[in-house]
């Protein structure tokens, strides 16, 4: 079974400072890693996506990804906040098989990111 | 446009009343699901289809029913709903490509208020 776990309900920052979101995950295959978006009032935003490859990924709006197999993680960083990057973000992982399709993603509990101007 | 809509957007309604939410995609996806977002527990999978007329639970099931006649549409039902299932609700669709990665695209939500 996978699992996710974000830490941190709430993260805070400036705007213009760096933002780093944290994301562990648990699964017995190597798997599919994914971080979503949610603006207020809107469905949900692929941001980025690691498959296979470069363990760095970018993605959309400036914010990039590393994944790290050994400590099972896939942060989300982004280096200078901006005030439109207030939103949800979710963490996601999905096995081989279902590639990241809607039948098989399992999400974190989510985090909410907060710019101070 | 490549889009999965969902109707309504805002409903309240009272304990036992049947309803359905809607959820149709126009981009040929076989995969569709339904999740529930709730505060502190992210999203959490209801039932999903990986084709028509072919339907599986997810990890909360219990008080929902779903069908998939049309490779398009992906109803959920509320037969009896109750204050519990007061939630924001969310379809998505994919493309089936077994063993390669795929996008799972995500309608705006409907917000659902059982009283």
């Known amino acids: 079974a996978q699992s996710v776990t974000q830490l941190g309900s709430h993260v805070s920052v400036s705007e213009g400072a760096l933002v780093l979101l944290r994301c562990n995950y648990s699964?017995?295959?190597?798997?599919?890693l994914f971080w979503y978006v949610q603006y207020p009032n809107q469905g949900l935003q692929l941001l980025l996506k690691?498959?296979?490859?470069?363990?760095l990924v970018k993605g959309i709006n400036g914010f990039e990804a590393e994944f790290k197999k050994s400590e099972t993680s896939f942060h989300l960083t982004k280096p200078s906040a901006h005030m439109s990057d207030a939103a949800e973000y979710f963490c996601?992982?999905?096995?081989?098989?279902?590639?990241?399709?809607?039948?098989?993603?399992?999400f974190g509990k989510g985090t909410h990111l907060i710019i101070q101007p | 446009e490549a889009q999965v809509t969902q109707n309504p957007r805002y409903l309240i309604t009272v304990t036992g009343k049947k309803l359905t939410v809607t959820c149709s995609q126009n981009?040929?996806?076989?995969?569709m699901s339904w999740y529930r977002q709730d505060p502190g527990l992210g999203l959490r999978q209801i039932y999903y289809?990986?084709?028509?007329?072919?339907?599986d639970k997810g990890d909360v099931p219990e008080g929902y029913k779903v069908s998939r006649k049309e490779k398009r549409n992906f109803p959920l039902i509320l037969e009896s709903p109750s204050p519990n299932q007061t939630s924001l609700y969310f379809c998505?669709?994919?493309?089936?490509?077994?063993?390669?990665?795929?996008?799972?695209?995500f309608g705006q939500g409907t917000r659902l208020t059982v009283v």
């Open positions: 289809s990986m084709n028509v007329e072919v339907t």
């Open positions: 699964s017995s295959v190597p798997p599919y």
């Open positions: 981009m040929n996806h076989e995969y």
């Open positions: 690691y498959t296979t490859g470069a363990t």
């Open positions: 998505a669709s994919s493309l089936s490509i077994s063993g390669q990665n795929t996008e799972a695209f």
């Open positions: 996601a992982v999905s096995d081989l098989r279902s590639g990241g399709g809607a039948d098989g993603l399992t």
